[in-house]
Every structure is written in C-alpha cells, then in structure tokens.
C-alpha cells in the first residue's frame, strides 16, 4: 500500500518566484496535515483538511501561504511569492480519524531551498 | 490550549546505555498519546501510542506508560543502538480540542 506521496522531493528557487508543493494522501484517510519544518521552529502545523475542508488555518504564517483540497486524493501547498525565510522542509501528512487515537502518516517531505 | 513538553537535547549515549526521554503534556480532554520518530532525511513515523490511561505502548524495545496523575508519557529503552540514532517526538491528540499537538523533539545519538 502507498504512503503519503509528495512532489518535489527538492525545490530550489529564486526569491519572489511562485513554489507549488503537491501531496497525494493515503486513500481513505479523511484528515489531511501540512507541517512544516525548520531548525530554529521545530515542527509546526500550518493547514488540516477534514473531508477536503480546510478546519484549522492559523498556522499559515501569512498571505502568501495557501493550501488547496480539491479532492480526497490530492492537495496543494503554495507559496506566492517565496521567500528565503520560507526554506524549509514541508511534510504532508494523512490519517483516519485521528481524533480516536489512529496514527497519522508522513510523506517524505519537500525540501525547499529559496535563494 | 494543548502543549507537550519535551526534553530538549541532543541526548548522546554510548551503545548498549539505557534510555528515558520524558514528555509531559497539558489537554483539556483525554488525549491519545504518541512517540514518532524521524531518521536523518525522512518523515516521521509512528514508534508507539497509547490511547487510555495506565496503557504501555511498546514497539523496537521502547515503551511509554500513559499515566494520567502526572500527565507524563516517557519513553524508555533498556539498550540502545547505534541504530536509534534519530530524532524523536512526543505528541498528543485531542478529540476534544480538535487538535493534533507536537513536542519540539529530541535528538537522539548512540555512539559505539
């Protein structure tokens, strides 16, 4: 059975370009996560999907952040224009009805890298 | 709100040494209780859970009791490996507060 998948694996761009990062769920899973990850702020949740709503917001650091869900096998993260405060590893994650204790599954993540 | 707290590392052991990262956490439910572990370049992965108080979860030789009155979740491990080298994250769920929280993690480094 597939995992999480993600793509890219690695992204390199120049600042002030647009950086979409895509994630295709474990088929079922009805919660989807986008976490991001960096040295100085440890693991941090930015978006979860329930059902392919958007439930919890408040970690996406600002406009230039968005997270789409248009169906239950495919999300995008994007950023608009990047910047290199935004270098980062950005894990996608999915589960089944994580509120009753089930374990939620990473992807590999996306490593980006803006300069 | 939520929070987990976690011991800050890096942690270095030699090979064969015992293990205890602690992990204690605040929910205003009753929260099933995660460890999930990263290795270098990848995404993190369960290592055990427990869902109810006084539950163990036990995976790899780690264990970590669920224990309510001190709202703690410590994971234990009699011998390490250099192999465990890795960095590890307590977190929690909370159906009441619809939230998944995480701790900052610990790295782990066993050396031979």
């Known amino acids: 059975d597939a995992g999480v998948i993600q793509s890219p694996r690695h992204e390199v761009t120049e600042m002030g370009q647009e950086v979409t990062l895509r994630c295709k769920p474990i088929?079922?899973?009805?919660?989807l996560f986008w976490y991001r990850q960096t040295m100085m702020r440890g693991l941090e949740l930015l978006i979860y999907f329930n059902n392919n709503v958007p439930i919890d917001d408040s970690g996406m650091p600002e406009d230039r952040f968005s997270a789409k869900m248009p169906n239950a096998s495919f999300s995008t993260l994007k950023i608009q224009p990047s910047e290199p405060r935004d270098s980062a590893v950005y894990f996608c994650?999915?589960?089944?009805?994580?509120?009753?204790?089930?374990?939620?599954?990473f992807g590999e993540g996306s490593w980006l890298t803006v300069v | 709100g939520n929070s987990v707290t976690q011991m800050e590392g890096p942690v270095t052991l030699s090979e064969e040494a015992f293990l205890t990262i602690n992990c204690t956490y605040t929910?205003?439910?009753?929260?099933?209780l995660f460890w999930y572990v990263q290795y270098p370049g990848e995404g993190l992965q369960l290592l055990l859970k427990?869902?109810?108080?006084?539950d163990k979860g036990s995976n790899k030789g780690f264990e970590a009791t669920y224990r309510k009155e001190t709202t703690s979740f410590h994971l234990e491990k009699g011998s390490v490996q250099v192999s465990d080298s890795a960095v590890y994250f307590c977190a929690l769920s909370d159906r009441g507060y619809q939230k998944v929280t995480f701790g900052i993690g610990t790295k782990l480094q066993v050396i031979p």
């Open positions: 427990a869902t109810k108080a006084d």
């Open positions: 088929s079922g899973h009805d919660y």
């Open positions: 994650a999915s589960s089944f009805n994580i509120f009753s204790g089930n374990t939620i599954y």
């Open positions: 929910a205003t439910g009753y929260p099933s």
